[in-house]
């Protein structure tokens, strides 16, 4: 059965810095695509940053130079690296992995940026 959970998320100031990790299980997790995606309320779910089976990295432009998606294969963990955040960074946030017939979501991590 294939799990993705994620975990980091929470209430941080503007300016601020998390760190979002995404835990797969069930699956060889180095032949997949992972990607975290955010939902804000009364929005639709939009790509914040990707990372390829061979460590080839996007990031969304409203993000870039702010975050940083990242992979630990033996681990089978997926990171994303959020600094200098913004009240609009405010989101849910998913975990996802992709590829091989697979299309994955995890359960989602709050993420809410407020003084």
């Known amino acids: 059965q294939v799990q993705l959970v994620e975990s980091g998320g929470g209430l941080v100031q503007p300016g601020g810095s998390l760190r979002l990790s995404c835990a797969a299980s069930?699956?060889?997790?180095?032949?997949?695509?992972m990607g975290w995606y955010r939902q804000a309320p009364g929005k639709q779910r939009e790509l914040v940053a990707a990372?390829?089976?061979?460590?080839?990295?996007n990031h969304a432009d409203s993000v870039k130079g702010r975050f940083t998606i990242s992979r630990d294969n033996a681990k089978n963990t997926v990171y994303l690296q959020m600094n200098s955040l913004k009240p609009e960074d405010t989101a849910v946030y998913y975990c996802?992995?992709?590829?091989?017939?697979?299309?994955?979501w995890g359960q989602g991590t709050q993420v809410t940026v407020s003084s």
């Open positions: 069930g699956i060889s997790f180095r032949l997949y695509r």
């Open positions: 990372i390829s089976s061979g460590g080839i990295t």
């Open positions: 996802n992995a992709g590829g091989l017939g697979l299309e994955k």
